[in-house]
């Protein structure tokens, strides 16, 4: 009992001190994700995360007794990059005793109780549809934003006042008479 509380405290510290340091925050926010694909399937997740795929039973059972009780097979386990230098502080000693492996145990739980470690299923084919229409509309106001922005340069060249410009090449004299940008000769 007396090592589980030595345990639990040397976590705790750990957390508290990785979380007070002066290094710069982690830039991880669970709201700000990507669409990724894994095989033949199509997963959202974070930005800022490493993840994989369950590879058997055994490390699925494994990161459900860590808290991830809704986790199956086929989906994603996606971790915040902050996290792995927790993971590996965590791992240093190569969990050969019984406190080792009980720092890494309570180590995995504060970071899925955290809300840096989950795991996401794949997208449905109403959830493709949703996303493939949200980011056809984000394309499609870029591209009406980009129109608007060439068409008002090219109002802005046209209206500029004509000035003439005169150069010189040997002996020829050229005179140019220059409308914004488009050139007559």
């Not at 399937?41 to 590879?55: D, G, M």
């Not at 406190?99 to 809300?115: A, N």
């Not at 493939?132 to 090219?154: F, T, W």
């Amino acid at each position: 009992m007396r090592n589980v509380k030595v345990v639990i405290g040397m976590v705790i510290i750990l957390f508290l001190a990785g979380c007070a340091s002066s290094s710069p925050k982690p830039t991880f926010n669970i709201n700000d994700r990507k669409i990724v694909r894994i095989g033949k399937s199509v997963y959202y997740i974070p930005k800022n995360t490493s993840y994989e795929k369950f590879p058997d039973k055994w490390w699925l059972k494994k990161y459900q007794s860590f808290g991830l009780k809704h986790c199956r097979m086929g989906d994603v386990l996606w971790r915040s990059y902050h996290t792995n230098k927790l993971v590996d502080a965590a791992t240093k000693g190569g969990m050969t005793t019984e406190d080792e492996k009980l720092k890494y145990f309570f180590t995995m739980v504060g970071i899925t109780k955290s809300g840096w470690m989950d795991c996401e299923h794949p997208l449905t084919p109403k959830e493709k549809a949703y996303h493939r229409k949200r980011i056809d509309r984000q394309l499609s106001n870029i591209n009406a934003q980009l129109e608007y922005y060439q068409r008002e340069k090219l109002i802005r060249a046209l209206n500029k006042p004509i000035r003439h410009e005169v150069y010189h090449t040997g002996n020829v004299q050229h005179n140019v008479e220059v409308t914004g940008s488009v050139y007559h000769y």
